[in-house]
């Protein structure tokens, strides 16, 4: 199994900043792609930034400019720097990512998901 643990969140003013941390690890070979999604209150899950392990990035188009996505291959870490932070992002964070289980034929590729980290953005 794999775990990812999330940390960072927390409350913040607009046009604040925070950056959320997370650790995978377990028993897996490698990471493929990494990253971070959110859920607010009444809304569905949705991407945020995710990045892969040729370094590649996603953004979603509402955070791009703010929020920067970076990888740790060797500690098995990404971040998410959020800066320019507005009320709409708002909600909780969740990391989430595809590990390789198994390299060879049939390899065994499992999406595994953090418990989730609330960030709160109010005046």
């Known amino acids: 199994q794999v775990q990812l643990v999330e940390s960072g969140g927390g409350l913040v003013q607009p046009g604040g900043s925070l950056r959320l941390s997370c650790a995978a690890s377990g028993r897996m070979f490698s990471i493929n792609n990494i990253g971070w999604y959110r859920q607010a209150p009444g809304k569905e899950r949705e991407l945020v930034a995710t990045v892969s392990g040729s370094a590649y990035t996603t953004y979603a188009d509402s955070v791009k400019g703010r929020f920067t996505i970076s990888r740790d291959n060797a500690k098995n870490t990404v971040h998410l720097q959020m800066n320019s932070l507005k009320p709409e992002d708002t909600a909780v964070y969740y990391c989430?990512?595809?590990?390789?289980?198994?390299?060879?034929?049939?390899?065994?590729?499992?999406?595994?998901w953090g418990q989730g980290t609330q960030v709160t953005v109010s005046s």
């Open positions: 989430s990512c595809n590990a390789v289980i198994r390299s060879y034929w049939p390899d065994i590729i499992n999406q595994y």
